[in-house]
């Protein structure tokens, strides 16, 4: 398996290797670009790839032969289309996995509770989801992911051990950041793009080719979304597949206490 820790040891042992063979023989300074330019596109793939595990584990798919899938929300809650989520999942006795943001779980503290009442697992996805949070040192990562969690618990007395990576992205910083937490990272085997299309039969052709442990992206935050989701559901229950909670399908446990 591909990983950060063994990709740079090969790097560093060519890098090694061309200093020696520049040593005794001499070679081009354009030895160094291949190494470099292979080192750089493997980092970009493991780090782009929630499912590779390049910097750490990251659950993804359940490892079952039975036919279920779970359904994860990201980027909530939203107050007028969270509810809306809330009401399909319900018509259809269904639960799902909500990655909450934190600022977001502080403005709407009632409705974030509506979602462990009603039996939904409750994850946090960073408190601020900023365009540059992958950038950040990782004790910046730190703060924010703690901060999420302490606005989950505000909200509902709960502190949530699931964590969604936002753009799905890792990277070392994030992995040093979440080296002394109890948290579990969540990533998805389906991923609906939902932000990026805008053609309805697209986005719900995307879960139909389902497979046994799939975990299902989605966001309720999208327009659109309770026809989707009500759409989606029936089509996945049509096809003899059954809808876990994403943390029973992945057999990991979703709340501790811990110290903030």
């Known amino acids: ?10 790097f560093l042992l060519s890098l ?14 354009w030895w160094y670009a291949l190494p470099l330019g292979l080192y750089s596109i493997v980092i970009m793939w493991g780090s782009s790839k929630v499912d590779s595990n390049f910097h750490f584990k990251v659950y993804c798919k359940g490892e ?3 036919k279920l899938v779970a359904l994860t929300f990201d980027d909530g809650p939203d107050p007028e289309l969270t509810p809306q989520v809330l009401d399909v999942l319900n018509k259809h006795g269904v639960t799902a996995a909500f990655f909450c943001i934190g600022k977001k779980m502080d403005a709407a503290p009632e409705l974030t509770k509506r979602i462990i009442d009603e039996g939904h697992v409750l994850g946090t996805h960073t408190y601020s989801h900023g365009n540059w949070f992958d950038m950040y040192a990782p004790w910046t990562m730190r703060k924010d992911i703690m901060k999420a969690a302490d606005a989950a618990f505000n909200a509902t007395g709960l502190r949530p051990l699931l964590f969604r990576p936002p753009y799905g992205v890792t990277n070392p910083n994030l992995r040093l950041a979440l080296r002394k937490t109890p948290f579990l990272s ?3 085997s389906i991923r609906t ?3 990026v299309k805008s053609d309805h039969d697209k986005i719900a052709s995307r879960m ?4 046994p442990g799939d ?3 989605l966001h309720d935050t999208t327009k659109g979304i309770a026809k989707l989701l009500d759409e989606s559901i029936i089509n996945i229950k049509n096809s003899g597949f059954k809808i876990a909670r994403a943390d029973t399908l992945l057999n ?9």
């Open 252 to 260: 990991i446990k979703a709340y501790e206490n811990y110290e903030s």
């Open 16 to 29: 090694l290797t061309l200093n020696l063979l520049n040593v005794f023989i001499g070679i081009s300074g």
């Open 64 to 66: 079952t032969d039975e």
């Open 186 to 188: 969540v990533g998805w």
């Open 208 to 211: 139909k080719e389902l497979h």
């Open 1 to 10: 398996m591909l990983t950060f820790r063994n990709t740079s040891t090969v």
């Open 193 to 195: 793009l939902d932000t």
């Open 215 to 217: 975990v299902i992206l």
